[in-house]
Structures are given as C-alpha cells and as structure tokens.
T-cell receptor, first 115, second 113 residues
Framework: KAGVTQTPRYLIKTRGQQVTLSCSPISGHRSVSWYQQTPGQGLQFLFE???????NKGNFPGRFSGRQFSNSRSEMNVSTLELGDSALYLC??????????????FGPGTRLLVL | GDSVTQMEGPVTLSEEAFLTINCTYT??????LFWYVQYPGEGLQLLLK?????DKGSNKGFEATYRKETTSFHLEKGSVQVSDSAVYFC????????????FGTGTSLTVIP
C-alpha cells in the first residue's frame, strides 16, 4: 500500500497570505489528523477528520481550518499567515472507526516558511 | 487532561551502548501507548506500541513495556547503532481522547561511532 502523501513538501509564503496543504491518506483509512511541529512547541494537534466530519479539534485559532473529501483526502487551510505559523505540518491517517485507538501513520510533512 | 512526559535530550551515546529513554504518562482510563521515531527531514514512523498493561512492544531491537503501576513506557535498546540517530517521541491515545494523540516533546539521540 502507498503511504500517506502530502503536497507540497515545501512552501514559502509572506505574512497575510493564505495557504492550503493537501494530504492523501493510506487507501482505506478514513481518519485524517493534522499536527503542527515546531522546535519550541513540539507536536501539537490541530484537528481530526473522519468521514468528512471534524471529530476532534485542538487549541488553535480559527485561522486554521480543514476539510475532508468523500475519498478521505484532506486539506488544511491557514489564512492571514503569521511568522509564527512557520512549521512542519504533518498529516496522519488511521483506519479507526470510533473504536479503540489505532496506529496513526504519518506523511513526510509540508514545511511552511512564512516571511 | 491526558499528557506524556518524556526524558529531556539530547542524548549522545557511543555505538553499542545501552539506551533508555524515559516516558511517563497521565491518562484517564487505559490508553494505548506508542513510540514513534523521526529521522532528519522525514515524518514520524511508528516504532512500537502496546495497548494494555504489561504488554511489551518491540521492533528493530527496541523494546518498551506498558507499566500501569508506574504509568511508564520507557524505551530501551541493548546496543545502539549509528543508524538509530533520530528523534524519538512517546505518545498516547486513549478511550477518552477519541483518535487524538498526545505526544511527548521528543528526545534527540545521536550515536557516535
């Protein structure tokens, strides 16, 4: 099976712009989670989508949003970019259907640099 | 709330040395516990996991035992190699967290020849 893929791998934006990141989960996985990784804050949970519905949400401002499509692919959007949004954004998929926690499989990440 | 506390790094070891990275957790109920590894420039890879008390997860010479009485899940390897140099993350996901994972801060390991 192909792994989790994320596009683009690298992105440079300027303050105030918006950005959309894409994630394709492992085939058959219906849950997609997004994380922000920074040297100072470590790995922080953004949100999780399951069957096109946001099921969990972390403690991030409303500038961070996401969605999931019927084929389980997910996009994450950040509006009005700030310098502090520079980070590695990781997507993870799992096959959970609401039962016991399943292993999350991570993509390689999108590295976003905001200038 | 649920959380993971992980040993601070960085850790530098000589090849063939013994490795321990400490991880303790706080959770309601009985979480599943995981160790992930991140190599430079890559995403996280699952290293091993344990889903109930006294379970031992193992992979590539690494082991960790789910200790409910001490709420710990320490990572060990008997003889590290240069190729083990990476950042290691302890994580939990529990019945009360949905599918949300809580990660430790990561421990950077460098193995020198």
């Amino acid at each position: 099976k192909a792994g989790v893929t994320q596009t683009p791998r690298y992105l440079i934006k300027t303050r105030g712009q918006q950005v959309t990141l894409s994630c394709s989960p492992i085939s058959g996985h219906r849950s997609v989670s997004w994380y922000q990784q920074t040297p100072g804050q470590g790995l922080q949970f953004l949100f999780e989508y399951f069957s096109e519905t946001q099921r969990n949400k972390g403690n991030f401002p409303g500038r961070f949003s996401g969605r999931q499509f019927s084929n389980s692919r997910s996009e994450m959007n950040v509006s009005t970019l700030e310098l502090g949004d520079s980070a590695l954004y990781l997507c993870a998929s799992s096959s959970t259907s609401g039962g016991p926690p399943e292993t999350q499989y991570f993509g390689p990440g999108t590295r976003l640099l905001v200038l | 709330g649920d959380s993971v506390t992980q040993m601070e790094g960085p850790v530098t070891l000589s090849e063939e040395a013994f490795l321990t990275i400490n991880c303790t957790y706080t959770a309601t109920g009985y979480p599943s516990l995981f160790w992930y590894v991140q190599y430079p420039g890559e995403g996280l890879q699952l290293l091993l996991k344990a889903t109930k008390a006294d379970d031992k997860g193992s992979n590539k010479g690494f082991e960790a035992t789910y200790r409910k009485e001490t709420t710990s899940f320490h990572l060990e390897k008997g003889s590290v190699q240069v190729s083990d140099s990476a950042v290691y993350f302890c994580a939990l996901s529990g019945p009360n967290t949905g599918n949300q994972f809580y990660f430790g801060t990561g421990t950077s390991l460098t193995v020198i020849p």
